[in-house]
């Protein structure tokens, strides 16, 4: 079933270090291929603030993991946690 990997970024402290991470992990989806939804909030509507959203699209919970938990991934994931405050999540979708 598809499953979405979505990380909400509360607070930027190292803009450069968020720009950093963004690079390092960009190559680290390349094998997965997800759809992505990524950028400044279009609304909030409840909640917030929230500096941005991402959405990754994947064709499984297994695959999301594995993206995840690659080590080409947690290379780049402690330059993210230094650089914000962050939510990141997985949800399986009910096809």
């Known amino acids: 079933m598809t499953a979405y990997f979505i990380s909400c970024i509360k607070s930027v402290s190292d803009p450069q270090g968020l720009q950093r ?5 960009r190559p680290t989806l390349a094998p997965y291929k997800p759809q992505l939804a990524s950028g400044p909030l ?5 909640g917030g603030p929230l500096e941005s959203v991402v959405i990754l699209k994947f064709d ?12 080409e991934y947690q290379k ?4 993210r946690v230094g650089a914000s405050e962050c939510m990141a999540f997985i949800v399986e979708a009910k096809d």
């Open 21 to 25: 991470y963004r690079e390092m992990a």
């Open 76 to 79: 780049a994931k402690p330059v």
């Open 42 to 46: 279009s609304a909030v509507l409840e």
């Open 60 to 71: 499984s919970v297994a695959q999301a993991r594995q993206w995840y938990d690659s080590p």
